[in-house]
């Protein structure tokens, strides 16, 4: 079949270790499906295993890709009860949790201690015509979406639906700012934030973006740097937001600290712009700050989210569609930034 995948790992040009080409057929095991690939997203996670820093242990080549929506090919044995059928359009379910270390005993599978997303560790990823995933890992694709936009819940909008009612317990009416307007992360907490009725702050440098947010659903915008926490305060009446939504790191970390309410949460699922800003100890403990880590999600917040977004008539934003033969295209177009949505991928 032919797929995109990392030659190699690592070094000073990673783009340069993207390879289109021929990989062999994969084919179910007992307890897992095959999905025929019909759109993938580009995530940050592909651009950090072509640079050799998350995943391991990888051994190259490796198929990139971590999300995904097709059709069932075929199931390796006697698919679980209420399986979508052979041939029915489906969004994949990325995580691969062990079911019975500590983490998995807690019933939140996230805190497995050997979870992997699609790409890493054994697994490969779904930029290729053909994925392998659990039996289970597979659930109807909303009616409305394009394959490209249903392949997007699979990382991405998982993770905002995560950090946004799991780790902030954000109810309707409560107030969030999400930092870094445009991407594809704040893309999906803003729209999932205001359809579900919480007053949404979206914060960026560029114009272009804060109309960009507001367009999805942002009551209100800020733009980034210095003045931002002060703005926030004004709009929130001088209390700070409930949460923040994090995944930029240090250009934007002060702003969260100081634009978040006492006893308010910060939850951090990225840091894309560097992982180390000052910790400022003093304002967490004194303000009773919450700083939540997360990544992904649980099947259950999964299927929660596809719900959601087929419910509330939520439509991912995609910038462009690439053809697999032009994705090294969509990789340069990540590491230049200033994304509006998603860049898919389609077979
Ligand atoms: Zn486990």
């Not at 490796?62 to 999300?67: A, E, P």
């Not at 440098?205 to 002060?230: I, P, Q, S």
């Not at 994090?246 to 702003?255: H, N, R």
């Not at 951090?268 to 999600?297: C, E, H, K, Y």
Request: hydrophobic residues 40%.
């Amino acid at each position: 079949m032919r797929a995109l995948y990392a030659a190699k790992l690592g070094g000073d040009a990673p783009l340069a270790n993207l390879e289109l080409g021929e990989r062999p057929t994969p084919r179910p095991g007992p307890g897992e499906v095959c999905v025929r690939v019909l759109a993938a997203t580009l995530n940050h996670h592909d651009y950090f295993t072509l640079r050799g820093i998350v995943g391991y242990p990888i051994t190259p080549p490796r198929i990139l890709g971590c999300d995904a929506a097709g059709i069932v090919e075929s199931y390796g044995s006697e698919p679980p009860e209420g399986a979508p059928p052979e041939g029915s359009e489906v969004v994949v379910y990325s995580v691969r949790s062990c079911g019975h270390c500590r983490g998995c005993a807690s019933g939140d599978f996230m805190l497995c201690r050997t979870f992997t997303m699609l790409s890493d560790g054994d697994r490969e990823g779904s930029f290729a015509e053909y994925v392998i995933v659990p039996a289970g890992a597979v659930l109807p694709k909303p009616a409305d979406l394009t394959f490209a936009q249903a392949a997007a819940l699979g990382v991405t909008y998982l993770t905002a639906y995560r950090m946004l009612y799991t780790k902030a317990r954000l109810r309707p009416g409560d107030s969030v700012l999400v930092q870094g307007a445009s991407g594809g992360l704040a893309t999906a907490a803003i729209q999932l934030g205001s359809a579900s009725g919480l007053r949404v702050i979206a914060s960026s440098r560029n114009a272009d973006k804060l109309d960009f947010a507001k367009r999805l659903g942002a009551r209100d915008t800020v733009v980034a740097g210095k003045d931002a926490a002060k703005a926030v305060l004004k709009i929130t009446g001088g209390d700070g937001v409930d949460a923040v939504i994090e995944s930029v790191g240090e250009p934007t970390w002060g702003t969260s600290l100081r634009a978040v309410r006492q006893g308010g949460t910060v939850v951090v699922a990225g840091a894309t712009a560097g992982p180390n800003p000052p910790a400022d100890l003093a304002r967490i403990f004194w303000r009773q700050i919450t700083i939540a880590g997360s990544t992904m999600g649980t099947p259950s917040e999964f299927a929660a989210l596809v719900n959601f977004v087929e419910v509330a008539g939520i439509k991912p934003p995609i910038e462009k569609e690439y053809r697999l033969e032009d994705a090294a295209k969509a990789f340069e177009r990540m590491a230049a930034g200033e994304l509006l949505g998603k860049l898919a991928i389609v077979l």
